[in-house]
C-alpha cells in the first residue's frame, strides 16, 4: 500500500505538469493552474499517509533531529509522506514559475525546460528560475 500511494503522490500531478509544459498557451491550462486547489491531490496522499503516523510525525518535526528524522523515515509509509510533500511542494513552486514566467512573457520553450528540470530538482529549478526572472525583468 505504501509503494502505490508513493507512486500515486507523483502520478496525481502529472496532468498539471503536462499542462504547463506541453500546453502552456492553451487557456484551459492558465484556468487550471491558477488555482492553488491543483495541489491537493498529492496532499491528500501525504494526509492519508500521515494520519496514522502523526505522533510520530510530529515528534520528528517539532523536535527535529537527524537521527530521529532518520528513524521516522526508515518506515515506508513515513518516507511516502515525505515524498508526498515533496512532490505537493514542487508542483506549488512549479505553478509559481509557471504563472510568473506568463506574466512576464517567457517564452515557453525556455519555460518547459525549466520546469521539467524543476520537477527532478526544485532546489535548482527554483533558483535557476529567479536568476532568469531577474534578468527579464531588469
Do not use: C
Amino acid at each position: 500500500m505504501n509503494a502505490l500511494l508513493f507512486d500515486l503522490a507523483f502520478w496525481v500531478t502529472v496532468p498539471f505538469w503536462a499542462l504547463m509544459v506541453f500546453a502552456p498557451a492553451w487557456s484551459w491550462t492558465h484556468r487550471i493552474v491558477s488555482s492553488p486547489w491543483i495541489v491537493l491531490p498529492p496532499v491528500a496522499v501525504w494526509a492519508v499517509l500521515a494520519v496514522p503516523r502523526f505522533p510520530e510525525l510530529w515528534s520528528a518535526v517539532s523536535t527535529p533531529s537527524v537521527e530521529k528524522f532518520t528513524a521516522f523515515a526508515a518506515d515506508g509509509g513515513a518516507a511516502a509522506l515525505i515524498w508526498a510533500q515533496i512532490i505537493a511542494w514542487d508542483l506549488f513552486i512549479g505553478r509559481w514559475m509557471y504563472l510568473e514566467a506568463r506574466r512576464l512573457g517567457i517564452h515557453p520553450l525556455i519555460m518547459g525546460p525549466l520546469l521539467v528540470f524543476t520537477i527532478l530538482l526544485s532546489p535548482i529549478g527554483l533558483p535557476a528560475f529567479l536568476v532568469l526572472r531577474a534578468r527579464t525583468r531588469a
